[in-house]
């Protein structure tokens, strides 16, 4: 194979509890995890006589990245299954980065689905799930990249069925938050928590009410300590008529679901000149 071109979809987290603080410093989340059609694009090829591995974005948006996990994903899986070619990556970004979209975690899954076809490796999904599980805690998740409850640090997940076909609405004020820093500062507070069974019934009945009465995010209020632009978005896409309504991750993204795309286009169209907007669709 020559190129291989794959996209990398982001997700939204339709409900998302913080439970407890680890010994090993980590949480346990009790949360609703959807993919979504919005997505980057991962270009890969192998690089003839070369040592090394080239993994690039094309991002602009000013954000500065540490580490990219697509580097570590790629190393992994060569390590794993002794593969001695080295590959090219490029990433066209669009997800919004710091946003609470799994932008990172699914370019690191989507690199290693990505490699095991360039190469026809065909190896078992429950192999892909346990390398993705030394990645990152939502990285797993985007290796079947389905609808599910997950559990733990993100790494135990179940399928969960979604009646209705939600476009989803995202709106990202400028400032992003960093997942760490967001964590940090939940440690210090009393954090709220909803009924993640109640909402997984509401989206599977397609209940918009329950639905919309149910769905919390426990990082919401920590989040918006350090972006407090995100309750003012929120409270706009409510105000508008929106009601299905919450922050997505650890921010700063805040999503909304609705089966009317000629009202979640009226409300983008208002929103556009101050925020960074997408609208996309649920995968189910």
């Known amino acids: 194979m020559k190129d291989l071109v794959i996209r990398s979809f982001a997700k939204i987290n339709i409900c998302l509890n913080v439970l407890s603080r680890r010994e090993d410093g980590f949480h ?83 690199v290693l689905k990505g490699v095991d076809k360039f190469l026809n490796l065909r190896i078992p999904t429950e192999e892909l799930i346990e390398l993705a599980k030394q990645l990152g805690s939502d990285v797993p998740f985007f290796i079947p990249c389905k609808p599910a409850r997950c559990r733990g640090t993100g790494g135990e997940f179940e399928p969960i069925t979604i009646k209705n076909n939600y476009f989803v609405l995202i709106v990202k004020p400028e400032r992003g938050c960093s997942t760490h820093d967001v964590f940090e500062a939940s440690d210090g507070i009393d954090l709220v928590t909803g009924n993640v069974d109640s909402v997984i ?79 996309t669709k649920i995968m189910k």
């Open 201 to 279: 019934q509401a989206l599977a009945e397609g209940d918009d009410k329950l639905l919309a009465e149910s769905i919390v995010n426990s990082l919401e209020e920590p989040a918006s300590k350090i972006v407090p632009e995100i309750k003012v978005i929120k409270q706009k896409l409510e105000k508008m008529g929106l009601n299905i309504v919450t922050m997505t991750g650890s921010g700063s993204a805040v999503i909304a679901l609705s089966t009317n795309l000629s009202l979640i286009k009226n409300i983008a169209r208002k929103l556009e000149d101050d925020y960074v907007v997408e609208i």
């Open 28 to 110: 346990d989340l009790d949360m609703v995890m959807v993919p979504i059609e919005l997505h980057d694009s991962l270009l890969i090829n192998e690089v003839k006589n070369a040592d090394n591995n080239f993994v690039t974005l094309d991002d602009f948006s000013g954000v500065k990245v540490r580490h990219n996990i697509a580097s570590s994903a790629l190393s992994l899986i060569q390590k794993k299954y002794g593969i001695k070619k080295k590959f090219r990556v490029i990433i066209h970004k669009v997800i919004p980065m710091q946003a609470g979209l799994g932008g990172g975690s699914s370019n690191a899954a989507f």
